[in-house]
């Protein structure tokens, strides 16, 4: 039978996929805030044609299907998701220097951020030393427009190699495509498969000292110890959502297994077995008291999984 005509069940029974498939995993195990119900399919891609053979077949049988990362963004809903979620692996791990520009990087969307970063700095490369403790994969970041306040990822990169079902692979120039804070114009459908970074040659003492100041305040400001998603609002327009939560006198408040983090407000974390019912309460909870308090509508960041 031809690939392109296989079924999601044929092509993931296959003896030969490029991948690992394993059914009704548990989403708690692949996300950062240790919560989320099964996927029906979780499917590793080890190759560009495991993966568009698979998503092809989503399309094909109209099955709903995800790409995720390292889930540090993510909450999946205590039901799950009725779909495959794809991860990318073996071909989407490589990390290479450009033999003549070796200010240039080629990473590919399932490289972890941190190992971008650390190999940056050993090569002493600046650029993105405001990433150093972000979690998650290089496609991740890039989607989300990964950054600090004053940083982001996206003003690194020089273009972007991304997939829809239905097309071709296509190289994308990073002016072809929007940055914004925390949110990108990356179509709903696309996946990202690899980039082109580009850094700047430096001291190492100074992207050392750097990086150093960065886990630092990371340290002192976030809850490290318990799971999360990192920031769940985004901050409103000149406001920050961490202070709002904050003077509205939020911190501490719970839901079940939820807590606004005392920490750092605009956490919400997993003091121990945490629901994503409990953890979307408390979200519409901390909205609807900033909005009282302030008339001001919080916006999340984290990425929502399987919700209704
Ligand atoms: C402790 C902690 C600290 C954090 N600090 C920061 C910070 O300083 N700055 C910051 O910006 N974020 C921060 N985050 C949030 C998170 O780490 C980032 O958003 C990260 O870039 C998400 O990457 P991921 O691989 O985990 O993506 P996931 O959480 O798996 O996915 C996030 C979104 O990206 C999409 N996606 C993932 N991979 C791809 C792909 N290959 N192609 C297309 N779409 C894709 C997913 O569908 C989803 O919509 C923090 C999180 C934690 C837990």
Redesign the pocket.
């Known amino acids: 039978m031809a690939a392109h005509a296989k079924t999601i069940e044929g092509l993931l029974t296959d003896p030969a996929f490029q991948g690992e498939v394993r059914a009704h995993e548990p989403m708690a195990a692949h996300t950062?805030y240790r919560i989320g119900g099964p996927a029906r399919w979780f499917v590793r891609a080890d190759s560009v044609s495991a993966l568009t053979s698979v998503l092809e077949a989503c399309v094909r049988q109209r099955v709903s299907w995800?790409?995720?990362?390292?889930?540090?963004?993510?909450l999946v809903s205590d039901d799950g998701f009725d779909g495959v979620v794809m991860t990318?692996g073996r071909d989407f791990r490589s990390f290479r220097i450009d033999a003549d520009d070796p200010t240039r990087i080629m990473a590919g969307?399932g490289v972890l951020?941190s190992a971008v970063v650390q190999e940056s700095f050993k090569r002493s490369l600046a650029g993105l030393e405001f990433a150093v403790g972000?979690?998650?994969?290089i496609?991740?970041?890039l989607?989300?427009n990964?950054?600090?306040a004053q940083e982001y990822i996206g003003s690194r990169v020089a273009s972007v190699t991304t997939y829809v079902p239905g097309s071709d692979l296509q190289r994308r120039a990073a002016t072809d495509v929007q940055w914004g804070y925390?949110q990108t114009s990356?179509a709903p459908d696309?996946?990202?498969l690899e980039c082109e970074l580009v850094l700047e040659e430096a001291d190492p003492f100074f992207i050392r000292g750097k990086m150093e100041a960065n886990l630092k305040r990371r340290r002192a400001s976030?809850p490290?110890d318990l799971p999360?998603?990192?920031?769940v609002f985004r901050n409103p327009p000149g406001e920050s959502a961490a202070r709002l939560i904050d003077q509205a006198g939020l911190k501490g408040l719970r839901a079940g297994g939820a807590e606004v983090s005392t920490k750092h407000a605009n956490f919400i974390v997993n003091t121990g077995g945490a629901t994503a019912a409990d953890v979307r309460r408390l979200i519409d909870d901390v909205r609807q008291r900033v909005m009282d308090a302030y008339g001001t509508q919080l916006t999340t960041e984290v990425?929502f999984l399987g919700f209704k």
């Open positions: 950062t995800a790409i995720v990362g390292r889930g540090s963004n993510l990318l969307a951020l972000t979690p998650g994969n496609g991740g970041a989607r989300m990964a950054g600090s925390r990356f696309e996946v990202i976030q490290l999360s998603c990192g920031s990425r």
